[in-house]
């Protein structure tokens, strides 16, 4: 949001410096407010949010659309995540141990890293006989953070792995479709398209293929809704034409082939 300006007014012991800088004042106001609120022109969508009425520009209504896309995919994954039969058995056993479910996920964790580095340091103590538990207990628990940070590296890894793949993938598919449709700008496809890929998981160029069969079909049945309307002018043509009695129409006969 842009920032507010104040403008400061500084007296120099004369009236007319003092409206002077009253009046320059406003109208700084005044700019930044006709700058800050979009005008006829730029106005694109007019809606209501906190009982209030806002006006946006085309750029605003195109941002909030994109969000509202990537709400409805969040909400349906927090219903999903709601009605997990694995978080209502966690709910319902931190209720019955009297801990909110954080609580309780934080005792489990505990519970988990205790029992792991127990079990470091049993192992540890009976390949080394004369070791103390105490030194027995340091090392499993170094152990325990060195598997811990391998394993997170590990995941790390195979996250960045992923990544690579993905945008790997993304770019084999653009360079594809690239070469079947060089002149297709890339940046404005069809909403058709761009839903059939993140809804349907089709690839661009198939996503496309798709796109442009259907308005082919569209164009197709446009072409021979056409050819009946100008086929059954035509009829209605000859039929009035032979209806008519006494000489016929020269025209009539010119454009018929009579």
């Known amino acids: 949001m842009p920032e507010e300006m104040t403008n400061q007014l500084i007296d120099e012991g004369t009236d007319d410096f003092f409206v002077d800088e009253v009046s320059d004042s406003t109208n700084e106001e ?30 605003q209504a195109i941002e909030l659309a994109q969000k509202g ?4 995919k969040i909400y349906n994954r927090m219903q999903e995540l709601q009605n997990d039969p694995i978080r209502k058995m966690v709910e319902e056993q931190a209720q019955r141990a009297g801990l909110s479910v ?16 127990n079990r470091i340091a049993r192992d540890f103590m009976a390949k080394n006989p004369g070791v103390t538990e105490e030194v027995a207990q340091q090392y499993a628990q170094s152990e325990y953070r060195n598997q811990l940070n391998q394993k997170q590296a590990q995941q790390a890894q195979a996250q960045a ?19 079947e449709f060089p002149d297709v700008d890339i940046q404005k496809l069809p909403q058709e398209v761009i839903d059939d890929i993140d809804m349907r998981g089709e690839t661009l160029l198939s996503a496309y293929r798709s796109y442009e069969n259907r308005q082919l079909r569209k164009e197709l049945e446009a072409a021979r809704t056409n050819t009946t309307n ?8 000859t039929s009035n034409a032979g ?16």
Not at 69 to 72: G, I, K
Not at 104 to 112: D, E, K, S, T, V
């Open 30 to 59: 005044t700019e930044s407010t006709e700058e800050s609120t979009p005008t006829a022109d730029e106005s694109f969508l007019n809606i209501r949010y906190n009982g209030a009425d806002e006006s946006l520009t085309k750029e």
């Open 69 to 72: 896309r990537n709400y409805d």
């Open 102 to 117: 954080e609580e309780y996920a934080n005792r489990l964790a505990q519970f988990q890293e205790t029992s792991a580095v």
């Open 161 to 179: 792995q992923a990544t690579q793949s993905r945008q790997a993938m993304a770019r084999s598919q653009v360079e594809q479709f690239l070469r």
């Open 230 to 237: 100008k086929s059954k002018s035509v009829g209605n043509i």
């Open 243 to 258: 209806s008519s009695t006494g000489d016929g129409d020269p025209f009539l006969e010119g454009l018929l082939g009579k």
